[in-house]
């Protein structure tokens, strides 16, 4: 029976080494943004987000007055 635990090793840390210099490569390529766009994408996430959560707040509160109405219930 052959032994081919040894023989993998190297392999296996070849294609480890290649997998990570691709990724630098690949890194190297990439446009980056600015401090100022980082800022205003933020301030959009974050407003988005707001508004949702204002948005379905809402409406979570007008389905429930609804449904205490149809219901004749109380929360």
């Known amino acids: 029976m052959a032994n081919t ?3 993998a ?9 290649e997998y990570l210099h691709g990724v630098r490569t690949e890194l190297k390529k990439v446009v980056w943004p600015t401090k100022k766009e980082t800022y205003r994408y ?3 996430v974050l407003a988005v987000c707001a508004f949702f ?23």
């Open 42 to 44: 933020t301030l959009v």
């Open 5 to 7: 635990n040894n023989a």
């Open 53 to 75: 959560a204002l948005l379905f707040w809402v409406l979570d509160t007008g389905i429930l007055l609804i449904l205490e109405q149809v219901l004749n219930i109380t929360m």
């Open 9 to 17: 090793a190297p392999a296996k840390k070849g294609r480890i080494r």
